[in-house]
């Protein structure tokens, strides 16, 4: 059994993950959280837009939206969803153990 070093994170980025991982209900990789289901619990869109751009470049999430090309768009928001780099499963309890059963 290989060992996953935590990718570290800050307490803003730290919330946000927590939020998005709630909101993950599903099978492993599925995901339905919009940018605007965190805005509450994150403080506002511009806070999650910083959050988007910063989790994606430490490989912890992915946004699923063709006509964005992967950058978070705030118009298209609503029609963009936010995912669980694979490698950070570890960071969701259920597919965590999932992923351990499947190994």
Known sequence: MTTKTATKLTKKETVFVTAL??????????????PSDLFE?????????????SLEKKGVIWI?????????????APMMFIHLEEDHY??????????????
């Open 21 to 34: 991982v709630k909101g993950l209900y599903a099978e492993p990789g599925f995901s339905d959280v919009c």
């Open 90 to 103: 570890y960071l969701h309890a259920r597919w965590a153990k999932e992923q351990a059963l499947n190994a």
């Open 41 to 53: 619990v994150c403080g506002g869109d511009k806070a999650v837009a910083g959050l988007i751009g």
């Open 64 to 76: 699923d939206d063709d006509q964005c090309h992967g950058r978070y768009v705030l118009d298209r």
